[in-house]
């Protein structure tokens, strides 16, 4: 062994050591930020360690330099941009744009791979078939990733709607088709290497990709782009056999095994099975129609009577939901939260786990717009103090506050977890109108003689209420 | 060039990687799935390595056209890598941020 080779190895496993900290310290709050840090080094040392490997043995070609610093400095720069362009409101499709970006490189190593066999392992007797089948894993899983993480962010943008036949059983023959096909062409490829089989299953798992996520529906989304995830480093450690690097297996299997976990917990947050949010249609399939009926004796009201009954309030709780993410009203609630607290009037926030567009994405943004962390109270903690509370504004949110989901074992929320707001004295919805939440189901919150409706866009609203809070005089410092 | 790893090895250190990958997730706060899954993604990008590997195996044999493909890899992948780490660290920054003011009150 050569030092370079005992360096290389040196560096490679305290790259893998210093990866596994960082993915188990950023599931702890306390660490995650330096845990970030920490993996961020390590993929640094892992680049340093295929360098090191490269310049001692064979060298590197200057031609080859000049394609590594172009690549390197077009993706970073662009990388760099993005991360600090985009909105917090917009983490969801951001996630899902870096997650394709990294199963297409997994494909196109793949590829370059596969269509130049000299670039990869060598291959004789076994080692053609486990050259062929890893290029077949890396080709299919990083193609499905790329195509699905693609659809995901245009769903979650807005960009995509699910087209009606992608609602019917009809879209399950149409996958189950691609995947025949995908495996038809991946059997060819390994078989006898043509390019034909390597394109159709570019082609196939391409499409697959597309025709399995276009017809999950936006809420779930968030399920579907972490189990992605996990698919890239499935690609990832798949490539490692193509190329030949240990480092890019035990890496790519961490993330691919630790992505799964995170995908089943998540799932378990929003009470919803995996195989039912790949497989199964919408939860509002299943509701009876006495969830459907219209409502009756809804009460609603004006920014202004809210206003009154806010400035009486001895303690105030906010559910802020979906609809808040949306309107992008984060930070005129802070507003209004401050001019309450100015008046000496309790307030929190009840975080529902998966309030936002995603779990946990509500302590993002509202982190964000500055509120104290401390005032962001945990379902479990808030639950219980419902019935000493004046007021609760709901904004945005709707099948998390469903009192239904405790008390009717018919209904399609049963067993999830909600916010009991409907214990408090008065409870305020703020909403654009009527429309059933995801589940695609009436809440009947909305017609306790407790609860008034506030209709209109969360942000509108707040602004109003702002205003009215002012020119009541709330917050301005009273003596007494 | 794939002396150092048997087939036998790449598939136990495939196999421990798992299992390690499993171990070290357990509890996860609601509050950390997005960042979490943010950052994991971010490791995810670690296809840089394979990128690399092509290109520098293609400079060696002189394929200009694999260099290429190589390059736009690489480009994904550091797109996924370097935008994943700082928007992870962006959000991670709004938790550790100190409030600004301590209520008096509660």
Redesign the interface.
């Known amino acids: 062994m050569t030092a370079a080779v005992v360096i290389k190895y040196a560096i490679e496993l305290v790259a893998v050591l210093l990866l596994a900290l960082g993915i188990k310290g950023l599931s702890k709050v306390r660490s995650a930020r330096a845990a970030n840090q920490i993996a961020a080094v390590a993929l640094a040392l892992a680049v340093l360690g295929v360098l090191i490997n490269f310049l001692s043995t064979s060298g590197i070609d200057s031609s080859a330099w000049l394609w590594i610093i172009g690549g390197t400095l077009v993706g970073g720069v662009l990388g760099a941009i993005t991360s600090q362009k985009v909105p917090m409101t917009a983490m969801p499709e951001t996630v899902a744009l870096f997650n394709g970006c990294g199963g297409m490189s997994s494909l196109l190593v793949a590829l370059g791979v596969a269509l130049d066999p000299l670039a990869g392992s060598d291959g004789e007797g076994t080692g053609a078939l486990v050259a062929g089948i890893s290029i077949v894993v890396s080709v299919f899983v990083g193609a499905i990733t790329f195509s699905g993480s693609v659809v995901a962010m245009g769903k979650l943008q807005g960009w995509l709607d699910t087209p009606a036949w992608m609602q019917s059983k009809l879209r399950h023959v149409i996958n189950i088709g691609l995947a025949a096909l995908s495996l038809v062409a991946a059997i060819a490829l390994i078989a006898s290497g043509g390019d034909q089989g390597l394109w159709l299953l570019v082609i196939g798992s391409s499409l697959l990709g597309i025709g399995v996520t276009l017809s999950i529906g936006g809420a779930d989304m968030p399920v579907v782009i972490s189990l992605l995830n996990s698919y890239s480093g499935v690609a990832a450690a798949a490539a490692g056999f193509v190329v030949g690097s240990q480092m890019l297996i035990v890496a790519g299997a961490m993330v691919g095994a630790a992505g799964l976990i995170l995908t089943q917990v998540m799932c378990n947050a929003m009470n919803r099975s995996l195989v039912n949010v790949l497989f199964g249609g919408a939860l509002g399939a299943s509701a009876s129609a006495a969830d459907q009926g219209e409502y009756q004796g809804i009460t609603s009201c004006s920014a202004e009577e809210c206003a009154l009954t806010l400035e009486t309030a001895q303690r105030v709780v906010f559910v802020p939901g979906y609809g808040l993410a949306v309107a992008q009203a984060q930070h005129i609630l802070r507003e209004v939260a401050e001019l309450l607290e100015a008046q000496g009037i309790d307030v929190a926030y009840a975080i529902h786990p998966v309030a936002g567009r995603m779990p946990g994405h509500m302590n993002v943004l509202l982190a964000e717009a500055d509120v104290p962390y401390e005032q962001l109270i945990e379902m479990e903690t808030i639950n219980p103090e419902f019935p000493r509370t004046d007021v609760v504004i709901v904004l945005g949110a709707n099948d998390v506050v469903n009192p239904q989901a405790r008390n009717d074992p018919s209904s399609p929320l049963y067993g999830m977890p909600v916010l009991n707001v409907e214990e408090a004295t008065t409870v305020f919805v703020v909403k654009r109108g009527l429309s059933a939440g995801y589940a695609g189901i009436k809440n009947i919150l909305f017609e306790r003689p407790n609860t008034s409706m506030v209709f209109g866009d969360a942000k509108k609203v707040l602004s109003g209420l702002a205003q009215e809070l002012r020119e009541l005089g709330v917050g301005k410092a009273k003596v007494g | ?2 002396d ?2 048997s ?1 036998n ?2 598939l136990w ?10 171990e ?41 056209a ?32 100190k ?5 008096e ?2």
Request: charged share 10%; no cysteine; aromatic share 4%.
């Open positions: 060039m794939n150092a790893l087939l090895d790449a250190v495939l196999l421990l990687g798992s299992l390690l990958g499993l070290l997730i357990g509890k996860v706060p609601p509050t950390l799935h997005t960042p979490l899954m943010s950052g994991a993604n971010a490791i995810s990008g670690i296809t840089v390595l394979a990128a690399l590997t092509l290109i520098i195996k293609a400079g060696a044999s002189g394929n200009g694999l260099m290429a493909l190589g390059a736009v890899s690489l480009g994904f992948a550091l797109f996924n890598v370097i935008g994943g780490f700082l928007v992870t660290d962006r959000m991670l920054a709004m938790f550790s941020r409030p600004a003011r301590q209520k009150k509660r």
